[in-house]
Each structure stands twice: as C-alpha cells, then as structure tokens.
C-alpha cells in the first residue's frame, strides 16, 4: 500500500434540473464575466446553450462564447479561446458538453493564468501554476473531466496527443442532470461507458500496492456501468442507468478508485492516444479495440489482479488455474464490449493501419513516455508495436 | 433516486510519514496564527504535539494550544477555546485527535466567525454563515468528521448531545497518517470500527430512493471494514488494516455512500446521542448496543434494504424468505459485534437503566428531532421508548 492524496474540491450538483442552479453556482465562485465554451452544435440544438445564457441575462452575469471544441480538441481552438479571454477580461470559464469541451476549457483556463506557450504543460516542459475557475455542465458521462484533475489536448501539427494533470484544473462545480445526455447517439453513450471503466480498469490492473476498500468499490463501480451499460443499449432514455453511469464517470476518475495503489498502468490510455491522435477515432471505442491485445500480452504479469478481475468484476467461477481463470476474464470483458456494440479490435475500430502506422504509433507512444511505461507490465517500443500489431 | 449534492473540498494526505506536512498544508490554505486543539494526554504522551509544535516552530507559524477536548465534547471548551482565538487573533484551527477534537475545534470555528451564541447552531435555531479554516491530523479513525460537515457537542447543563452540519465546517485538509491509531486501546479500536459502519448503515437502510453505484460502493466498503476489524482484535498493530479502516472511516461519512438516496434513517445515531447524552459512554459501544434493537423493531418496513444487506455484506445464503433473511442478516451482524467484543444490549454495555432513564431518552429524542424521524421506519416517542426497552 502506498501513501497518497485525495484531492476532490468539485462541488457536484446531480440531477434532474440542476442545470437551472448554474448562475448561482458561478456567483458563489466568484465569476462576473464567463466564457462559454461548448463543442459542436448539440447544445445549441437541444436549446441548453439558449437556457444557460438566459439563466446567465436573467442573473445580470456577462458572458461571451466560444463553441467548435471537436473530439480530440484542438490546440487552435484553445489558442483561441486564450486570446478571447484576455480580449474579454474573463474571469470564470463555462463549459457546457463532454469532455472535449472541459478539457478545451481546462487548457485555455491554464493559458490565460500562464506566460508563455500552453502547450508546453502538456509537452512535460514545465508546470502551471494557476488555472482560471471553472464550473461545468456536463452533457456526456464519459471522461470524468468535470471532477479529475486531467485534460487532453491534441496539437493538430504532427497530430500528437497529450495529457496534463494538475490540481489547478479541478472544476470549481459541476453540474450533473442525467437527462442532458439521453440525446446521445447510441455509439457515443457506449465509447463513455467504455471510458468510464478504463478509468477504474487502468489503477486497477497494477503490480503496486492496493488496497482493500478501493479494490472493492472499484469493482462495485464496474459492475455498475456494465449492467448499466447494457441496460441503455435497449433503452437510451432509462433515467436511472443515465443516472448510475453518469455518476460512475465522476468517481471513476477523480482519485478514489486509485488509492493506495501506485498509481496505476495506464498504457491502454497512451496506447490509445497515438491511435487518437492519427485516426480522429471516438476514445472510448479506440479503447476497447486496444484493450483486449494489451490484456492477452501483460495479464501473466499481472495474474492476481487478472483473477480477481475475472472472478469479482465478471462472474468468472474460481475454478482452473489462475491463467485460465485470468483468461475466462479477458474474453468476458470482450463479450460485454461486442454486447455494448465496441469494437475490439482495430478493424472492427474501421482503422486499416500499415505496418508503418502501427510502428509510428509505437514510436511516438514510447518517445511521449520517456522509452518505458506500465505498472501490469513496463512496456518499450517493440512491446507496444506488439501489442498494436495484435489488435489489427 | 434523488437529486443529490456532493462537496467533499477537504484535501487528504494519507500514509506514513504525513503529519510531518502539517507546516505546508498551514500555509497553504493561509494560517498565520494557530489554535491547536487536542484532547486527552494521549498525543502529549505520544509526542505527537511535540513533533507538531517543532514543525510549526521550524516554519515560522505562531500557535496556541488548547487541550481537554473529551469524548462526547463539551460546550464549555468550546466557549473557551472561542474566547482564547479572539484574544489570540488566531486564524486557523488544528485539530490533533479524533473526533472530539475536531468537533470541539468546528464548534470553536464557527463560534469566532458567527455573532451570538455558538450553541444556537446545535439546538436547530439558525445556520452558521462561517467557520474558521481548519486542518486535522487524525490519530482515531472513527468519527469521519474529518471530511464531514457534521460536528456533535455535548451541553452539560441538562446533558443535551446535538448535532449540528454545515459545508463550513469541512476541513481544508486532513493528514491520516495510519500508524498514529495504533496506539488505541483494542476497546476504541473496534468502537471506531462500529461508528465508521454505522455511517454507512445509517445511509443504507431508506425506504428512499437509491443507486447500484452508491450501494456497491457502500457494501464494499463494510465489507472491508468488517474484515480488518476482525484482523484488528488478533493483531491491533497491522498497518494496512490500520489504513483501510482508516480510509474507510472518512469515506463512510463523507456523503459518498448516501448519493441518490433520501438523507438515510439516523435513529440508531439519534437514540445512541441520547445514550451518549445521559451516561457518557463510547459512542461506537453505544451504537452497537442499540442497533440489534433498533433493527428488529423497523426491519419489516424496510425489508428489501435488509434482505439485500443480509446477502451482499454479511453473506447470508439467499434461501428462504425475505424475513428469514433479514433476520439472518442482522443476527450476523451482532455476531460480528461480539467477535469485536462490542455490546449487543445496555446491559452489556454497562448501562443500568431505569424505566424512567428510558422515558427520559425518548422523550428527549422526540423532542430533538421534532416529533418523528427515520426512514426505513418513521420513528415516534412511543417507538423510541419500546426500542430502548428492547435494548436493555
């Protein structure tokens, strides 16, 4: 068991309507003068963006907006966004959507309260040092954003995809009403699920220390989004498995199912991130067409946590040898993919990679993780290539 | 499943080692001037307050101390602990202990920020609209007060325990450093154990709405604690028992296992204050001495909620009906008492009391929770009373 921090300073407000307590949420922070900023134009669309900035007129809160935050978002558009908020005086950033928006958000929130380039933080060249507030209304439960401490930002030269973590970009609140995300397309509500169990998945599978109560609400919060997961495919607009999945993407990466751990693996993540950042693919579907080659090639070095995997999160029976029960675990977890309509591997993914795409990809995947990485198993460049040449 | 809201701001150092970050973490969230609160001898005859003092010392924080916090806290401390911040110009609370520490520090917090008299909070006549900053180190895992808003004060005029809660009284930070409960005696251990459930417990058994994720988390986490209150009794100084207990009790009370549901019942903790009010004794003692009572005499009104209990925290087989279940269940859980050597009656708890002493407590129970409260069953004077006379 290792020492760690929890660190969760997110005011949650969950639930149906909750979106109409936002201009209180950013007076009690201390916002006078927001930037909103969303992605495509569901939200304009679905009337949301047209409730917010009335809700914001009605509380005399200035605001101006800033929409086109895409999956993958762009470092242009965080440019951008940096440049209206000095522009505007921006004191408190908005963001209304998924993760792209938030993460967007996170970035320009760093750039406005930092000298120099914003992409150095997600370049490893240095740490922020402030981050403007932020308050979220969530729209997809997926990347757990509007509660941890991550964003996720691809810079459209060379396609490189890269993440920062700093406690600066907790949001101040977030604003969770299940309903918001019944509009979903199917594939999108399934790539969150996805999503949402690697977040749990990549501190769960780890040769480091564990603990007991974390293991246990870890796999309490897995089983939840699978009979969830499944329970949407047949009916998109069942409030309580928006609910449960919903509130699952909040704690599935804020912190509490990694305690005591060493960190986590997390290379399904950064494998899949070379994957984002050359193909434009949905994360969570990249994610699960990864998942399944990483499992088969670390899970020998990893068996306890393999087999407790199998036995506790997919009701494998306890009986064969530990490889065989690690086994039985990995083709559940595919079977509940295949059931929830992800691909699980890189052509079902509708990804045909060269030989000389998956070596690029391995590449950049080992240069971005300084040539070594993983807590299941340390990976170099030839383990990843492996890995990728087996999810073709 | 209810809307519900969820602000647990209180960053968390935890592990060995942590309270030598007690400078830091002061000057981070901006103490100049320290009141360090504690209770008995026991961190004075550990060094603890000696190791805080030097730290403090070392970094420049001026402080004063204020010891003498007791189980069930009493006002009378709180009034001093008051006069001597305003005197001192102190503008940040340390709370070394457990949760009496801490819940006399919050009292003392929100009686320097708030006019008037600090007990007006306790006795439900208005709300705080402030409380001093305030760090924890812990060194008791039991009350969780540490990441909860609640605090409870004990009035020795008429011997009235109220509690009171508020985001306020959250604290900035809590160091959970596990090696600093070892100490315990095996008594106050396993009263912690009983207090930590029993906050779960409270939140679980609802006729209310509830989430699969909250009520997985939740009996994980009982699980959990039952498990290495048990490695406890055989072996008090294991650390990682030590650390999931630890852990547990801060995330049982920190509003996490009751999301979605209606707020939870309370009356074992209601009737245990009036115990705790009149005789003094352990709070977690307390609880365990009336739970068994409590749970006979509302268990058919909540019978789902006890059916599901019986099978997925204490593994009673799913045969028979529903009643038999439960039934099991809760004679499962009392067995479990015994095995942590807790009380499963006042008798055994030491209590002697009256028919009037039981009169007494009902009616004083009625009248703080005006009238009629509980929801796996709605709890009137008449009930209160029948359930203490069950319990002796």
């Known amino acids: ?18 979106e109409e307590k936002v201009a209180d949420l950013i ?24 409730r917010v900035t009335d809700t914001l007129d009605k509380a005399g809160i200035a605001y101006v907006t800033l929409g086109g935050a895409v999956p993958n978002p762009h470092l242009s558009l965080v440019y951008e966004g940096i440049e209206l908020c000095r522009k505007e005086g921006v004191d408190f950033l908005l963001a209304v959507g998924g993760g792209s928006a938030i993460d967007s958000a996170k970035a320009i929130g ?16 240095r740490q922020a040092k402030a981050c403007l507030p932020l308050g979220v209304i969530l729209t997809i439960a997926a990347t757990g954003s509007e509660m941890s401490d991550s964003s996720v930002i691809t810079k459209e030269d060379g396609l490189v995809k890269r993440g920062y973590s700093s406690d600066f970009g907790r949001a101040k609140f977030a604003i969770m009403n299940p309903e918001l995300t019944m509009t979903l397309p199917d594939y999108q509500t399934a790539c969150g699920c996805t999503d949402i169990m690697m977040h749990t998945m990549e501190r769960y599978f780890t040769n480091g220390g564990n603990m007991e109560i974390t293991d246990s609400m870890a796999e309490g919060l897995l089983r939840t989004v699978m009979t969830n997961a499944e329970i949407l495919v047949k009916n998109p607009k069942d409030y309580d498995a928006r609910a449960e999945v919903m509130w699952a993407g909040s704690l599935s990466h804020n912190g509490l199912t990694g305690c005591g751990n060493d960190g986590g693996d997390w290379m399904t993540h950064k494998l899949e991130h070379e994957l984002g950042g050359l193909y434009d693919v949905a994360h969570g579907a990249g994610l699960a067409a990864i998942w399944g080659s990483w499992a088969r090639y670390v899970y020998k070095d990893c068996l306890p946590r393999f087999r407790r995997f199998a036995i506790n999160v997919m009701g494998v029976e306890p009986a064969g040898s530990d490889e065989e029960i690690a086994l039985k675990g990995i083709e559940a977890l595919e079977a509940f993919f295949r059931r929830i309509n992800m691909p699980i591997n890189l052509r079902e993914l509708g990804v045909n990679a060269t030989d000389e795409d998956l070596a690029l990809m391995a590449h950049k995947c080992a240069v971005g993780v300084n040539g070594a990485k993983g807590s299941a198993k340390l990976l170099r460049e030839a383990d990843m290539l492996a890995i990728f040449k087996a999810s073709r």
Do not use: A
Request: aromatic share 20%.
């Open 110 to 125: 760093y750039g406005v309260t930092n000298e120099g380039d914003v992409w150095d933080f997600y370049d490893y060249k």
């Open 27 to 50: 007076k009690e922070f201390g916002g006078t003068k927001v930037l909103i900023h969303y992605g495509g134009g569901s939200v304009v669309r679905s009337g949301l963006l047209q």
């Open 1 to 18: 068991m290792f020492n760690f921090n929890y660190y969760t300073p997110t005011k949650v407000i969950f639930g149906r309507k909750t």
